[in-house]
């Protein structure tokens, strides 16, 4: 998305007008305004709306993760899709089209927080609630600046750490042409966003429907509060806040008996899966649903299988480990490849690869987090690395660790956490660099750290239009 706004700049990018300005309250639909709770409410549901789409956890930005991180290939059945991402070879031209939809998620929530912060008087309508649903948008901002950081940025434990670019920290939809901020400013802001969150969120979900996984609960907050701070290095923090999470007992990590293969539903195959902490919810009633391009059926061989399985992170594991059964080849067209089915479409819509839950956040990162923290300082009474990785490793079936380091932590990550959306992030932020065995391209298998190419080229209409943005270095 563009964030400024001009008459042509509205006729280009249609799909994107309605946030890119702010009608006058009262002229809004019925369904958009935000003269009501209700109407409040409508547009943070449809801020969790966006999330589900193809540019967003719906596809690219878990795809990206583990195709530029080394977990994922492209496969024998292609379309012709990512290759320019497996073999790093972005441009401003060809980027990641996050940048539009985390945006418009931004532009959303921000005119509701306006209209809260302004105050609202309507019968039966409590304070309470107005902070609750203000909590809920601040926690949908806070996730939107946070992948926008991790995807456009360099990482803010690297290099000029927190004084290095950001992105435009944007609290009012207008039109305008911001600068971007320091990255220091844009991680200030996420982190404020979600302890307001976590201090406004109700334990429970505030909304109905099919899957409770899919609304952010305190315990949403409380768990990308941990992500985001041992991204940012702060490893008490990290700590802590993954402690509150394990300590509450709502979230067990499954056995290895419960931990379901490919082809009996797949580890995210029902709605409400235990380990879930926060997830989209795949339905074709989302209007952001997308069809045959989501990322069951891209990295299913029955579906486009244009994604497969490197057999880098195949081979990390044991044939003892449950995780391992994720993994299929295809017979008799494919013997030597393997596909990822951690996503193989959702058994309760007819069998259809068309349609799946996406997980965001789940009790198993937090051991590992945890682990991680520990084990660069941190503290937490009765807890041991040794003991957080290996409670994920003896419900998985392999072989427990007598001794654990860091290594073995990043190790056990890419494992547990592959094809969720997190390698490529996770080599970035620690100052890893990439390697690749098993690779089919032509050039660039290796990725040395430091390298501009670590973060993505700010888009080319974003630059066009806005002569405040600079454009990431090396582009």
Same mark, same amino acid.
């Not at 299913?300 to 044939?319: F, H, K, T």
């Not at 017979?331 to 030597?336: F, H, N, S, T």
């Given at each position: 998305?563009?964030?400024?706004?001009?008459?042509?700049?509205?006729?280009?990018?249609?799909?994107?007008?309605?946030?890119?300005?702010?009608?006058?309250?009262?002229?809004?639909?019925?369904?958009?305004?935000?003269?009501?709770?209700?109407?409040?409410?409508?547009?943070?549901?449809?801020?969790?709306?966006?999330?589900?789409?193809?540019?967003?956890?719906?596809?690219?930005?878990?795809?990206?993760?583990?195709?530029?991180?080394?977990?994922?290939?492209?496969?024998?059945?292609?379309?012709?899709?990512?290759?320019?991402?497996?073999?790093?070879?972005?441009?401003?031209?060809?980027?990641?089209?996050?940048?539009?939809?985390?945006?418009?998620?931004?532009?959303?929530? +921000?005119?509701?927080?306006?209209?809260?912060?302004? %105050?609202?008087?309507?019968?039966? /309508?409590? =304070?309470?609630? !107005? &902070? @609750?649903?203000?909590?809920?948008?601040?926690?949908?901002?806070?996730?939107?600046?946070?992948?926008?950081?991790?995807?456009?940025?360099?990482?803010?434990?690297?290099?000029?750490?927190?004084?290095?670019?950001?992105?435009?920290?944007?609290?009012?939809?207008? +039109?305008?042409?911001?600068?971007?901020?320091?990255? %220091?400013?844009?991680?200030?802001? /996420?982190? =404020?966003?979600? !302890? &307001? @969150?976590?201090?406004?969120?109700?334990?429970?979900?505030?909304?109905?429907?099919?899957?409770?996984?899919?609304?952010?609960?305190?315990?949403?907050?409380?768990?990308?509060?941990?992500?985001?701070?041992?991204?940012?290095?702060?490893?008490?923090?990290?700590?802590?806040?993954?402690?509150?999470?394990?300590?509450? %007992?709502?979230?067990?990590?499954?056995?290895?008996?419960?931990?379901?293969?490919?082809?009996?539903?797949?580890?995210?195959?029902?709605?409400?899966?235990?380990?879930?902490?926060?997830?989209?919810?795949?339905?074709?009633?989302?209007?952001?649903?997308?069809?045959?391009?989501?990322?069951?059926?891209?990295?299913?061989?029955?579906?486009?299988?244009?994604?497969?399985?490197?057999?880098?992170?195949?081979?990390?594991?044991?044939?003892?480990?449950?995780?391992?059964?994720?993994?299929?080849?295809?017979?008799?067209?494919?013997?030597?490849?393997?596909?990822?089915?951690?996503?193989?479409?959702?058994?309760?819509?007819?069998?259809?690869?068309?349609?799946?839950?996406?997980?965001?956040?789940?009790?198993?990162?937090?051991?590992?987090?945890?682990?991680?923290?520990?084990?660069?300082?941190?503290?937490?009474?009765?807890?041991?690395?040794?003991?957080?990785?290996?409670?994920?490793?003896?419900?998985?079936?392999?072989?427990?660790?007598?001794?654990?380091?860091?290594?073995?932590?990043?190790?056990?990550?890419?494992?547990?956490?592959?094809?969720?959306?997190?390698?490529?992030?996770?080599?970035?932020?620690?100052?890893?660099?990439?390697?690749?065995?098993?690779?089919?391209?032509?050039?660039?298998?290796?990725?040395?750290?430091?390298?501009?190419?670590?973060?993505?080229?700010?888009?080319?209409?974003?630059?066009?239009?806005?002569?405040?943005?600079?454009?990431?270095?090396?582009?």
């Amino acid at each position: 998305m563009i964030i400024v706004g001009t008459v042509a700049l509205l006729v280009f990018l249609t799909a994107c007008e309605d946030f890119l300005y702010r009608e006058p309250r009262l002229s809004q639909t019925t369904e958009l305004t935000l003269s009501t709770y209700d109407g409040l409410m409508a547009g943070v549901v449809g801020g969790y709306e966006r999330l589900y789409n193809t540019f967003w956890y719906g596809r690219d930005f878990v795809v990206y993760a583990d195709l530029k991180g080394g977990n994922a290939k492209i496969g024998p059945i292609s379309s012709g899709r990512y290759v320019t991402e497996y073999l790093w070879n972005n441009t401003p031209n060809a980027t990641a089209w996050l940048w539009q939809e985390a945006y418009r998620v931004i532009a959303r929530v +921000n005119n509701v927080l306006e209209v809260i912060e302004e %105050g609202i008087d309507e019968p039966g /309508v409590e =304070q309470e609630d !107005l &902070d @609750a649903l203000a909590a809920e948008a601040k926690f949908l901002r806070g996730l939107a600046y946070f992948d926008l950081a991790r995807m456009f940025c360099q990482p803010i434990t690297q290099g000029a750490g927190a004084s290095q670019l950001g992105v435009p920290v944007v609290l009012k939809t207008e +039109n305008a042409e911001p600068a971007r901020n320091t990255l %220091g400013e844009v991680y200030d802001q /996420v982190v =404020q966003d979600l !302890l &307001d @969150a976590e201090a406004g969120l109700p334990l429970n979900p505030m909304h109905g429907g099919t899957d409770p996984k899919a609304w952010a609960t305190r315990y949403a907050a409380e768990a990308l509060l941990a992500r985001v701070y041992l991204y940012m290095g702060q490893w008490q923090n990290a700590a802590d806040y993954a402690t509150k999470v394990i300590s509450s %007992g709502k979230f067990p990590v499954y056995t290895a008996a419960e931990y379901t293969t490919w082809d009996n539903g797949g580890v995210w195959g029902t709605d409400a899966a235990p380990e879930i902490i926060f997830e989209i919810y795949g339905a074709e009633g989302n209007s952001s649903h997308n069809n045959w391009d989501g990322l069951a059926y891209i990295s299913n061989p029955n579906g486009y299988g244009d994604v497969a399985a490197s057999r880098d992170v195949y081979d990390l594991y044991e044939d003892t480990d449950v995780r391992k059964a994720l993994f299929r080849n295809h017979p008799p067209d494919y013997v030597d490849a393997l596909w990822y089915l951690k996503y193989p479409g959702k058994a309760s819509v007819d069998g259809s690869i068309r349609v799946e839950n996406i997980p965001v956040l789940r009790i198993s990162e937090m051991y590992l987090i945890r682990a991680e923290a520990l084990l660069n300082g941190a503290s937490v009474s009765g807890a041991t690395p040794l003991t957080d990785v290996n409670m994920i490793r003896n419900n998985r079936g392999a072989t427990p660790l007598g001794s654990v380091a860091l290594a073995d932590v990043y190790k056990e990550r890419r494992m547990e956490l592959c094809f969720e959306g997190h390698q490529l992030f996770d080599l970035a932020r620690t100052g890893r660099s990439l390697t690749r065995t098993d690779f089919d391209g032509a050039v660039n298998k290796d990725i040395p750290f430091p390298d501009y190419r670590w973060a993505l080229p700010i888009p080319q209409q974003e630059m066009d239009a806005n002569e405040n943005m600079e454009q990431n270095p090396g582009y």
